[in-house]
């Protein structure tokens, strides 16, 4: 080591200076001593390896403690928070999905902070199952005969992969072998669950006859995959789930489908024209449906699947069941999220009343945002314009959602830089933007998330925070 590089080391400050800080202590009480301590010894190290590797950093106490301070702020804050999502997209992955309807929340906080009947049978007072608490429900709701939960729908499929078809084959579309987002992709999945894929037919076009001549003595299912964002149109077809329904019974395998959003109610209705629900699947002879609690259903993260009894029996007892089950807090907002589909109340469900409100209604709700906040912010521009929203989820792509925003502008300040602000606010805004404007979408927005976007457009007209970056 060369001498100017050791000079460097020694200027290094030492731990017991940087602790003694009287900032200090504020984070000690937050995070304790020793997290403190690895941060400074971390930025020491980082210090330290970019001399001995030729470069010279200024070394100097005030710009250790600057980041210090940085680092430990940011672990020091509440990382996993609400926030108001103002895209538009109702069931926003990285946003969480679906919000929870009032009753499922209810049920989460009664059910985690007490004690509960999770695997109590109250009328025998032995041990009882936890399926038990929604498997009524989901049949009601679904058509099926028989149903159980895991802790989301790749772990659903894989778990019917590996209960049904481990160590032999199972045949797929290449239409359907797609890769869902999150990294979820049939190929790998089959392959976790040991079961071997076989591909039939083409990328557009697969037949009954290609299932048909595919099948082999190994051949233990056939399974359908919602090909959820992706879509192949014009020149295509599908073979018709009777169908392979019928193929399946004749070979005796069994029928599966991957449905993913997994839609309970009249599709329909909702203006989601050619989307099956869940009971059509079951109606037109599927064995076995998978879908996700909180997609098109609204509730909480889930697997459900739901079929015939004997199929599911065999899911049941299966080893890998008892890793992907899930746990009470699940339960008790999948429960009471059934129960308002079941009692015809779905609209209270946030996610469908989201993805079903109409436009008129929701004009008049922008008029009325952006009347509200040009009364109080006169520094920035506001109007309405029309946007697409979208269902989100990787569901329905080619539905179109026509939706209504407050478009916000500022005399200085550019729109990526308010997004950047309204994000970085007390209570986070996400936001769209297109054209230099930012866009509110209020189909997603919540109860009381006007008044949240109003603090948020307050630290910045005041200027809170910015000093440093002002306009950009
Ligand atoms: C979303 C989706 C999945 C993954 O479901 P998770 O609940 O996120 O695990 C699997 N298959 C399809 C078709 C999907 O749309």
């Known amino acids: 080591m060369n001498e100017g590089i050791r000079e460097l080391l ?18 000690e009480e937050k995070v304790g001593r020793p997290a403190v301590k690895g941060v400074f010894s971390d930025i020491i190290g980082e210090i330290r390896k970019s001399l001995l590797e030729g470069s010279t950093p200024t070394i100097d106490i005030d710009r250790i403690c600057i980041e210090a301070k940085t680092r430990l702020s940011r672990h020091s804050s509440r990382s996993l928070k609400p926030v108001v999502n103002a895209t538009g997209v109702v069931i926003h992955t990285n946003l969480g999905r679906s919000c929870l309807c009032a009753s499922a929340v209810e049920a989460v906080m009664e059910c985690s902070s007490a004690y509960s009947t999770l695997e109590y049978d109250l009328s025998t007072g032995e041990r009882g199952h936890r399926n038990s608490h929604v498997e009524w429900l989901l049949c009601q709701v679904t058509g099926a005969d028989a149903a159980v939960v895991v802790n989301n729908n790749a772990g659903a499929v894989i778990l019917s992969l590996a209960a049904l078809g481990s160590g032999r084959e199972a045949i797929v ?11 979820f992709r049939i190929p790998d999945i089959m392959s976790i669950s040991g079961t071997r894929l076989v591909e039939v037919g083409t990328t557009n076009r697969t037949h009954l006859e290609d299932y048909a001549r595919a099948v082999t003595e190994d051949t233990s299912l056939i399974l359908k995959v919602h090909p959820s964002n992706f879509r192949v ?44 629900s869940v009971r059509d699947c079951v109606l037109a002879g599927v064995d076995l449906v998978t879908f996700s609690g909180d997609k098109m259903l609204g509730g909480p993260q889930a697997g459900v699947i739901a079929g015939r009894s004997q199929i599911v029996e065999r899911l049941r007892k299966h080893p890998l069941m008892r890793a992907l089950r899930p746990d009470k807090m699940t339960l008790a907002a999948l429960e009471a999220t059934l129960r308002k589909v079941l009692e015809g109340n779905s609209r209270e469900i946030p996610t469908l009343a989201m993805i079903s409100a109409q436009p008129e209604g929701l004009l008049q709700k922008a008029r009325q945002v952006s009347r509200q906040l040009k009364k109080k912010f006169p520094d920035f521009s506001f109007s309405t314009t029309t946007v697409q929203d979208a269902v989100g989820g990787g569901s329905y792509p080619e539905i179109p959602l026509p939706g209504f925003a407050v478009a916000i502008s500022h005399p200085v300040f550019s729109s990526g830089h308010l997004q950047k602000r309204l994000r970085e606010s007390e209570f986070p805004v996400i936001a769209s933007a297109r054209e230099g404007v930012v866009l509110l979408h209020v189909r997603t927005l919540r109860d009381g998330d006007v008044a949240r976007i109003g ?17 950009s």
Do not use: C, H, N
């Open 233 to 276: 149109v014009g020149f295509r077809s599908e073979a018709a789930r009777e169908d392979l329904a019928a193929l399946a019974r004749e070979k005796d395998l069994v029928f599966m489908e991957d449905l993913g959003s997994g839609f309970l109610l009249d599709a329909e209705a909702f203006g989601l024209r050619g989307e099956s």
């Open 173 to 183: 579309s290449r239409g359907e072998l797609v890769e869902i987002g999150g990294s």
């Open 455 to 471: 603090s948020a457009l307050r630290g910045i007209s005041s200027g809170t925070g910015v000093a440093s970056d002002g306009a």
């Open 10 to 27: 020694k200027q290094i400050p030492s731990m017991e200076i940087l602790l003694s800080q009287p900032w200090v202590t504020a984070y």
